[in-house]
Structure formats: C-alpha cells, structure tokens
C-alpha cells in the first residue's frame, strides 16, 4: 500500500483523515487508536433518537433538564451540582475562558487539549511531570502557587492508572486553601466507576470533575460530556457556556445510556477480561512492555532501540490498523504507542499484525 501518512495526527480516531490518505473505506480500517467501547453504543439508542426526532421543530432545552436529572439520580448528586457540554472537550475550553486563571497548572503526560485550551485563553501554561516509575500517575504533590487552575487526569492519561486517593485529597486540599482551582478529568472512570472521587466533591467547592459519555457508551460522534462541581461553581460556568450547545439527540441518547444498566455491566466484564489477555499477550512479545491499567487502553513501550512508535504506526497501517503514536504526549518520547482494547477477534488481529511489524 502506497502514501501511507507520515504524520501523527494530535488526537487518536483520525479515521477519516485516514481512510481519504489511504484510498479505503471508513469501515477497512480497524482502529486501536481511539479508546471506545468495542460494544458500540447502547441498543435503546436508536429508539431514543427516533423518539426524540419529533422535537427537533424546536430549539434543544438550553439547560438540559431531563438529562440533568437522570445524571443527578446515577450519580447522587443533584442537578444543580451538574453542567452538560457539547462532550468533555467543549467543557474544558469553557473553563480555562470562564474562570480566567493567571496561571495554569498541567500534570504530564496530558490530553493536549488541556494546554490548547489555556492558551487560547492567554493563560500562562506550567506543567508538572510525573514519572515513569510511578506509571506516569501522580507521585508527587504540586506546590499550590505552581498555578490557580491545575489539570489532573484519573485514571492517568495515557497509563490508565488510579490515583492515590490519600495523595489526591492532600493536592485538592492545598489547591482549596490557596483560592485555586482543580479539574479532575474523569473522562474514563466509567469502566471502574467505584473508584470516581466525586464523593468528595462536597469537601471542595473549587473542585471540578469532568466526565464523559464518549468512550463508555461508544458515542463520540454525539459529542456529550459533563461536569460536576458546586451549585455556585456550576451556575457561574453555566452563565459563560454558549445557548443551545447540547443538541435534543445527544441529550435523549444521554438518558438512553444512563438507564441501560445491563450495557454497562456487560462493559465492564468485556474490558477486564480482554484488558487482561491483550496486556498478557503484549508483555510475552520481546521488545514491548506494556504498563497495567483499568480502563480501556494500554501503554506500552517499546524497547527495541531500532524501532520508534511513529515506525510501528506506519507499518501497522499496511494492515490497515491504527494505533496511537504516544510521542506527542508531552512527557512522552518516540518509544510510546497506545492501544484501546478491543474485542477478542479483534485484539488477536492486532497482536498478529504486531509481531509481524515488529520483527518478533
């Protein structure tokens, strides 16, 4: 296969991008490099949609109420607590605009989104890099004067590692007593939702958690993300979010998800039990060492000193499978790629075409 793209696009599921450089179909490629539910979406979607066409002859509800209520009930908190975005992303630029911080504080490696967002709104960026050793989680807490708006993933992005509670309170206590601010990126605690800290969001008003139906519910063309925080926290953010940015479709297939108890199980049973075979198989291949995670995606480091991430992609590619070149994680080198795990026939796919790319 010819002009296979050199360049590693930002962010992973640049599938379009691909296939139109490739001269394939959408549907030849099999994409390891955007982390999404290998179930695909929810079966009461597709009804939930058809449902909701009839409202479409009107503006969406600018506040999302209904979904408001079905995400306060899951999450026991209360409407007030939660403000709905056009997906995670669009909420993470809002805060770095509403808030206005002087400085902006980003635990590394990060989604790149983060830093993106500061700067479009002039703020000074520092970062604060975590360690190899640690799996690149939190080992360390930050100063609080380090930045008044800090970025922290959980699970980290891109290990899949949890926090350490203790170590997280201790970062969220110093950022409170300083009048900064923490956005706590939740993006994928779905897959072990009993380890979110959004139980102490009572304890710390300048506190933010980012959540996400895109990667759980296999939804990310809806865009459909949402953030939890104070009452007065919230409103104030609620004041500075542009009108009508949640659609009437992404909001009736938010609630879909939410009541689909039996979806969410069969999940979580999928990625644990998939999570483990891929991770297994990767470590037994000479030159990869992939890092425990749990969620839907691996790290893994190649270490090989003949071969880089970007290398691997490319040759992946002839078999027209996308992985994430890690590289441009800030904090990152050319030995880094990450997968989403997958279904079994799938995952086998990828490990085949892996030992093949790789000279194993």
């Not at 923490?182 to 980012?210: H, N, T, W």
């Amino acid at each position: 296969m010819t002009n296979l793209p050199d360049k590693t696009p930002l962010h992973g599921g640049d599938v379009y991008f691909l296939a139109r450089t490739l001269g394939v179909e959408l549907t030849d490629l099999l994409d390891f490099s955007a982390s999404i539910n290998p179930l695909g979406f929810p079966p009461g979607l597709t009804v939930a949609v058809q449902e909701a066409l009839t409202e479409i002859v009107h503006y969406p509800d600018r506040r999302s109420l209904k979904l408001r209520a079905a995400l306060a009930a899951y999450h026991r908190l209360t409407p007030e607590e939660i403000l709905v975005g056009n997906g995670s992303t669009e909420l993470i630029y809002l805060v770095a605009r509403a808030l206005r911080p002087n400085r902006g504080l980003i635990v590394i490696p990060a989604f790149s989104e983060y830093e993106h967002a500061l700067n479009l709104a002039r703020v000074p960026v520092a970062f604060h890099p975590t360690r190899e050793s640690h799996h690149f989680t939190l080992g360390d807490v930050p100063e609080p004067q380090a930045g008044d708006l800090v970025f922290l993933a959980h699970p980290a992005s891109p290990s899949g590692v949890l926090l350490d509670p203790e170590l997280f309170l201790t970062l969220a206590a110093r950022i409170e007593a300083a009048g900064a601010y923490l956005l706590l990126d939740e993006a994928f605690i779905d897959f072990v939702e009993e380890a979110s800290l959004k139980i102490y969001l009572g304890r710390f008003p300048r506190l933010m958690i980012l959540r996400s139906f895109t990667k759980f519910f296999g939804i990310p063309g809806m865009r459909l993300g949402f953030l939890l925080g104070a009452p007065e926290l919230i409103a104030r953010l609620a004041e500075a979010q542009e009108p009508w940015s949640v659609n009437t479709m992404a909001q009736a297939m938010g609630r879909a998800c939410l009541a689909d108890r039996e979806y969410m199980s069969r999940t979580r049973t999928l990625i644990k039990g998939e999570r483990e075979f891929l991770f297994d198989r990767l470590a037994a291949l000479p030159g990869l060492t992939p890092f425990t995670s749990v969620v839907n995606y691996l790290l893994v480091k190649l270490t090989r000193p003949d071969m880089t991430a970007a290398t691997l992609r490319q040759r992946m590619l002839a078999h027209r499978i996308v992985i994430r070149d890690a590289a441009n994680f800030r904090g990152l080198d050319e030995r880094f790629f990450r997968l989403a795990v997958r279904s079994r026939t799938e995952n086998e796919r990828l490990l085949k075409a892996l030992e093949q790319c790789s000279g194993i």
